[in-house]
Every structure is written in C-alpha cells, then in structure tokens.
C-alpha cells in the first residue's frame, strides 16, 4: 500500500504562484508513476502532469504546458505541482494519485488540496 498526502492549497490572488506538495509513504518501491489532477465543482476530473518514479520523467496535458511544472524531491519521496500566474479557473481540488504500472489507471489517492484564486 502507498498512503499519498497533499499540501500546500491554498486562496492566492490572480497571478501568484502556488507550489504544491504531495507526499508518498508506505510502498514506493512499487510505483510506476506520480500525477497530478484537479477537479472544479461540477466538472470531471483533469489530468494535469505525471513523474515517473524512476528516472523523472515528465509528462503534461497539453492546456497545462508552460504555466505547471511537476518534479520530484527523491529524498523526501515528494512530488511538486508548481503553478506559475493562476487564474481564477485554476480553483478547484488538486489532487496526487500514484501508478503501479504503465497504464491510464491510478491506483492511490490522496484526499486533495483546494486551491482558490481570487480575481
């Protein structure tokens, strides 16, 4: 098993930055991958960017290139989500999941993280 916990939401104005933090225990040995997603009320769920475990390797969904920059801290077993000059439609809950293998499924979650931008 592999316990992921997010931080670092937050309300932050129109064109700040936000870095947030998700944090894996248990298990990472038997992780494939790391990704990011957010979800806004009455709307799916979005796939942001994902980090491979072993070698960082960086994927992005093509509207969130530029502004959202994933990484990893492999002391820490943490992975970031920086976001650069937020929007309001940014708001929403950001959430980590975590793969064990190479497919479009997440296997664990973590519990969210709002983030709220103000206009």
């Known amino acids: 098993q592999v316990q992921l916990v997010e931080s670092g939401g937050g309300l932050v104005q129109a064109g700040d930055s936000l870095r947030l933090s998700c944090g894996a225990s248990g298990r990472t040995d038997t992780l494939y991958a790391v990704g990011w997603f957010r979800q806004a009320p009455g709307t799916e769920r979005t796939f942001i960017a994902a980090?491979?475990?072993?070698?960082?390797?960086?994927y992005y969904a093509d509207s969130m290139k530029g502004r959202f920059t994933i990484s990893r801290d492999n002391a820490k077993n943490t992975v970031y989500l920086q976001m650069n000059t937020l929007k309001p439609e940014d708001a929403a809950v950001y959430y980590c999941?975590?793969?064990?293998?190479?497919?479009?499924?997440?296997?664990?979650w973590g519990q969210g993280t709002q983030v709220t931008v103000s206009s």
């Open positions: 980090i491979t475990w072993s070698d960082t390797t960086t």
């Open positions: 999941a975590a793969a064990k293998s190479n497919s479009d499924s997440y296997d664990y």
